[in-house]
């Protein structure tokens, strides 16, 4: 069974930045990919970037390119979301997710193709 568990999130200032984890056990990554996707109240969810375990292959969204990195730790069996200069309208809870899949992840993919989740973390950017 996929175990997913979020964390650092918090409170910044806009233009700053936070790294959240997603530690995943009970799963080998190897053919799977792991998206961050993030909801705002009164709104769906929306992927934020994804990245192909296997190959690195990567995604992102156009409002956070250049903004966000999405890396991970093969040891850990993590992956780290890289959030910098952020702005209010990345207020939001974000959820890390997973889908086996041996091809290249994108954003566009629908949270209903994501199979496990995490609990979520609270990131607020506010003055």
Known sequence: QVQLVESGGGLVQ?????????????????????????QAPGKEREAVSCIQWRNGNQGYRDSVKGRFTISRDNAKNTVYLQM?????????????????????CSVTFLPGQYDSWGQGTQVTVSS
């Open 14 to 38: 806009p233009g700053g930045s936070l790294r959240l984890s997603c530690a995943a056990s009970g799963v080998t990554l190897a053919y799977y990919h792991i998206a961050w996707f993030r």
């Open 84 to 104: 910098n200069s952020l702005k209010p309208e990345d207020t939001a809870v974000y959820y890390c997710a997973t889908r086996r899949s041996a091809f290249d």
